[in-house]
C-alpha cells in the first residue's frame, strides 16, 4: 500500500541552525507531492508543492525541497531557523494515476530554541 | 476572506451519542474532505468528495457518514460516538481533485466520553 514516512518525529534545534527534514513515499507511479506546515493552535497550511519540472522547489518562509526520484524523497531544508519555525511539518503525496490518494506522513515536530 | 468554516470548534459527546460536524468553503471549490489527526498518526482521510453528488471513502470511513449538502457545504455525521473517534477533525477543500493543494479549516476538537 502507498505510504509516507517521516523518520524525524521530533526535532529540536537552536535559532540559525539548518533544518532537514526527511520524507519518503512508496509508490511506484506518478506523485505530486507537498509540504504543509502547522503553527501551534492554527490549521495546516501549504509550504511548497511539486508537480514537475526542476526538482528543487522553494516554498514560503525562506523553505526549499528537493524531489530525489530515484530515492523516492521530497525532503525539506531551511538553511537557517527562526525562533517563528516552531511547527508541525507534515508530507503529503498525491498519486495522480489510478485510484485517487491523497496521503500523509505522520508528522514532525520541530522546536526552534531562542 | 473565511475560506473554510468548520462548526463545532470543540464539543464533549458521550458513547453513543450523535453529532455532525458542518463544514462550508467559499472559495467555490469542487472538491472538499475530511480528515482526522491523532498524535503519532498524521492525518487520515475519513471520506472525500471530488464534487457536488459524489462522495467517496477514505482511509478510515467506519463510524463516519458524510454529506455533500452542495457545493459549498461538507459534513460529517458520528450516527453513535465511540470513544475511538476522539480527535482532531479537519476539514478542507481544493479547486479539484488532481490540483492537490487543500486549503483546511481551523479544525473541530472532539472528546467522546
Known amino acids: 500500500a502507498q505510504s509516507v514516512s517521516q523518520h524525524n518525529h521530533h526535532v529540536i534545534l537552536s535559532e540559525a541552525a539548518s533544518l532537514e527534514l526527511g520524507c519518503n513515499y512508496s509508490y511506484g507511479g506518478t506523485v505530486n507531492l507537498f509540504w504543509y506546515v502547522q503553527y501551534p493552535g492554527q490549521h495546516l497550511q501549504l509550504l511548497l508543492k511539486y508537480f514537475s519540472g526542476d526538482p528543487l522547489v522553494k516554498g514560503i518562509k525562506g523553505f526549499e525541497a528537493e524531489f530525489i526520484k530515484s530515492k523516492f524523497s521530497f525532503n525539506l531544508r531551511k538553511p537557517s531557523v527562526q525562533w517563528s519555525d516552531t511547527a508541525e511539518y507534515f508530507c503529503?503525496?498525491?498519486?495522480?494515476?489510478?485510484?485517487?490518494?491523497?496521503?500523509f506522513g505522520t508528522g514532525t515536530r520541530l522546536k526552534v530554541l531562542a | 476572506n473565511a475560506g473554510v468554516t468548520q462548526t463545532p470548534k470543540f464539543q464533549v459527546l458521550k458513547t453513543g451519542q450523535s453529532m455532525t460536524l458542518q463544514c462550508a468553503q467559499d472559495?467555490?471549490?469542487?472538491?472538499m474532505y475530511w480528515y482526522r489527526q491523532d498524535p503519532g498518526m498524521g492525518l487520515r482521510l475519513i471520506y472525500y468528495s471530488a464534487s457536488e453528488g459524489t462522495t467517496d471513502k477514505g482511509e478510515v470511513p467506519n463510524g463516519y457518514n458524510v454529506s455533500r449538502l452542495n457545493k459549498r457545504e461538507f459534513s460529517l455525521r458520528l450516527e453513535s460516538a465511540a470513544p475511538s473517534q476522539t480527535s482532531v477533525y479537519f476539514c478542507a477543500s481544493s479547486e479539484a481533485l488532481s490540483t492537490g493543494e487543500l486549503f483546511f479549516g481551523e479544525g473541530s476538537r472532539l472528546t467522546v466520553l
Open positions: 503529503a503525496v498525491i498519486t495522480t494515476s489510478g485510484t485517487y490518494k491523497y496521503i
Open positions: 472559495m467555490n471549490h469542487n472538491s
